[in-house]
């Protein structure tokens, strides 16, 4: 443990858990130290090269369905102690006005250490490499062609020593490391413009940007908006979609996996209230959340997943969620409260954007699970449709399953062939009724990397799935 975090010792636990006792139900501290290096170029001239080393605590408090929260950055014995009993307040404020009373459930305690620092540490790089990369990916995105008008890439990493009490006794140490590039390009011909966006991350160390995948980045975003510069706008109406693992990874996570979390169910802001046991999908359907380590690997990659985590931020392991399975709805994904307030057992989605910001509901690694189809099947199956690559922006509601999104990449399928590249197209529909016209689901699974916004804050996140054939999906596009 890093010296700044040692004075969360034996002795002071003790005194923090004499401060709740027989005045709250239960507390949480987490208290972290990060240090992180951002490099940002447009058009090959840096906007902004920065490093940083902070230091935050988050002490949470709980009586009778009220909750207290309080941030503080100096970690010396007084002003913990005095935090503390500032929360302890403001907890039983928050009870006193509520009108939810509940419980937190008694869970055993977790003590354990965690470390993923990766083959070449972070922190063993020097600056100079990291903007060698990003002026490297900003070079190649120009010199790709005389249409690439702008560009962006940015490089940032973290690095954070994390220890989480809690009122049970759980004492969880983390070192975790997260490396993400992200590349933009903006293509112009003849008064069109067109962009491209592409990114990779993951918790590891420097290697990840050493990886093929990364390597290839900007050329890939290059390749995409001169590409488009030429494609045509589709007619709008109802096709035959085929959707790539990516654009079948957003479907999963924007239009239907914010409608299983369970702080939307318990505010009646879902579509899924009351349909726990009940079928709301084809039977040929499954979706997972599972944010566990070990992913990399078994998807042939040399880091973790960007959306893999230990344990969420209120100490609880990451494990497989059942969602879907094969057409019936399962679970919900639940934080200790919505667990509590529900009479479930949490399932590890209690998760913070920061260590100043409380715990809420989110998604770890969506995925749809494989089928058994091949792409070139499920073309060669289609005679009239839109074969659809990626994600650009969308718009959903879980209160309705309503959802509207703009895919990067299209292609017109023609009598089991795949023709023409068009551009501007946008799905809508329904999020149940599209779970329940699935005509072909691939083979091939892999996922992508974000950010997912929620409630004013940003965690990591993947999805994913295979590719797959939804019948009668509504095509917008601009002619």
């Known amino acids: 443990m890093i010296d700044q975090l040692k004075i969360l010792d034996e002795a002071l636990i003790r005194k923090f858990h004499d401060l709740g006792a027989h005045q709250i139900d239960y507390w949480d501290i ?53 935090r503390f009993e500032k929360a302890v307040k403001l907890a039983k404020l928050s009870a006193s006005l509520t009108k939810t009373n509940f419980t937190i459930k008694e869970r055993d305690p977790l003590k354990k250490d965690y470390h993923i ?52 006794g759980s004492h969880i140490y983390q070192d975790l490391s997260v490396a993400r590039m992200f590349s933009a390009v903006y293509a112009f011909e003849e008064g069109v413009i067109q962009r491209s966006i592409n990114s990779v991350g993951g918790l590891g160390g420097f290697e990840i ?40 990874g957003t479907f999963v996570h924007e239009a239907f996996g914010h409608a299983v979390e369970a702080d939307h169910i318990l505010n009646k802001e879902s579509i899924l209230e009351g349909k726990i046991g009940e079928q709301v999908a084809q039977e040929n359907i499954s979706i997972i959340d599972n944010p566990g380590m070990n992913l990399g690997a078994k998807y042939g990659l040399e880091y973790e997943f ?49 260590l100043s910001s409380k715990p809420q509901v989110r998604m770890g690694i969506t995925l749809l699970e494989a089928g058994d189809w091949s792409l070139d099947e499920m073309i060669a199956d289609t005679k009239e449709g839109v074969y659809c690559e990626d994600f650009q922006y969308g718009y959903t509601d879980p209160t309705t399953g309503n959802f509207q ?75």
């Not at 992180?36 to 902070?54: A, H, L, M, P, R």
């Not at 230091?55 to 007084?78: A, M, P, S, Y």
């Not at 940007?209 to 908006?225: L, N, P, V, W």
């Not at 329940?436 to 990397?449: C, L, M, Q, T, W």
């Open 306 to 354: 960007f959306g893999s985590y230990y344990v969420d931020d209120e100490g609880v392991p990451s494990q497989h969620t059942d969602i879907i399975k094969n057409g019936i709805l399962k679970n919900h994904l639940h934080s200790l409260e919505t667990a509590s307030r529900m009479g479930v057992e949490p399932n590890g989605h209690g998760r913070a954007g920061g």
């Open 117 to 168: 620092l990766g083959k070449k540490p972070l922190d063993e790089v020097g600056i100079d490499e990291k903007v060698d990369l990003v002026k490297h990916h900003e070079k190649t995105a120009v010199e790709y062609s005389p249409k690439v008008r702008n560009t962006r890439s940015m490089y940032f990493d973290t690095l954070t020593h994390m220890l989480f009490l809690n009122s049970f």
């Open 209 to 248: 940007m050493e990886t093929s995948k990364a390597s290839k980045i900007s050329t890939k975003s290059a390749k995409e908006a001169v590409e488009l510069l030429k494609a045509k706008s589709p007619k709008g109406g109802k096709f035959t979609v085929i959707m790539d693992p990516k654009l079948t």
């Open 30 to 82: 987490r208290c972290g130290v990060t240090t992180g290096t951002t490099v940002d170029f447009t058009d090959q001239k840096s906007k902004e090269i920065s490093s940083y080393e902070s230091c935050e605590c988050g002490i949470r408090t709980f009586t009778n369905g009220g909750w207290g929260f309080v941030v503080l950055k100096d970690l010396k014995e007084k002003t913990l102690l005095n």
């Open 405 to 479: 999104f703009k895919t990067s990449l299209s292609y017109k399928i023609e009598k089991g062939e795949k023709k023409e590249l068009m551009r501007d197209v946008a799905l809508s529909g329904m999020t149940l009724e599209v779970l329940n016209r699935v005509s072909a689901i691939g083979k091939e699974v892999s996922f992508s990397d974000g950010m997912c916004g929620k409630g004013g804050q940003r965690v990591r996140v993947c999805d994913g799935g295979p590719y797959i054939r939804v019948k009668d999906t509504t095509i917008g596009g601009l002619g």
